[in-house]
């Protein structure tokens, strides 16, 4: 059978337009292995899009947009109400998820057929299937390290900026190399420096204002130990983001006896965010798919609906403790 690159690389060949597309609130390891591909398939000297909402939320995609603006880098974005390639000859590729409802455009299949997934994270019954070419590497700590190897291994060479953003992507799915990381994860991040990436500019992407900070450390400051090597923040009634979540349950990590954090918010009208992370030893995601969530055992979430907080608290002391 021939290896997975080469078989994308077929796909790319039999196709003249690509979609571009990851998962909802799109983060760095996605933006990344999107830019990664969109390259990939510019070398060919075809045209891809990335589907993006309009306004990006995450401050780090919106440094990394401006980035590539300043320096004159061409990336054709559109958002979902505005694609219109032809059915015929048109490849979606799905990055950096596996599950239909977390696309940013979850009916894409139904529009166009051929498309092909490239993921890190554990399958699930909602996996995608039935499509041309899936390629889920648990063992690859981001989507990033995945378009990354995909490009040494056809030796393209990508702008140093690209390098950076995809550099970064790693660092933010890894918690800086801290977890899910592998030799592999190294050597891709070594042929992204060899590509000009830069840690200066890697270090300015994923800075982020006083405010968010302060915000953050003091949830951090009012999280409690559940047990003896378990921390848990309980968030208040405002609305966050999935990755200020996931922030405050990496910063937890880093204190003594901390070996799994947890943190709860609303993420959603009515919708309700678990953010888990485990230094290794502790799985995190048994609990999280206990909760109708996913991920890895390191690094895992989940969604609820409902607009009580405290019984979604409730539900996840009552499971450890089981
Ligand atoms: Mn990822």
Redesign the pocket.
Known sequence: MKHIYEQITEQIENHDQFIILAHKSI?L??YG?ALGMYQIIKSYGKSAVIVMESRPKNRSIQKSMQLLKEKQMEIVYTTKDKINFPKEKTLVIIL?TNKKELLEVPNILEQYPDCILLD??IESESTIHNIILKHIDNTAS???EIVTRYLKTLKIEVAPEIATILLT?IVV?TNNFNIKTTSKTYEAASYLMTLGASNIEKQTLLKENREDYFTRQDFVKKSVMINKHMALCVMDHNRYQNHQLALIAEDLLQFDAVEASFTIGFIGKKLVGISARSVGEIDVEKYMRAMGGGGHKTDAACVIRTSNIQKVKRRLLKLIQE
């Open positions: 983060d390891d996605a292995s950096d890190h994270h981001s989507a990033s992507g799915d």
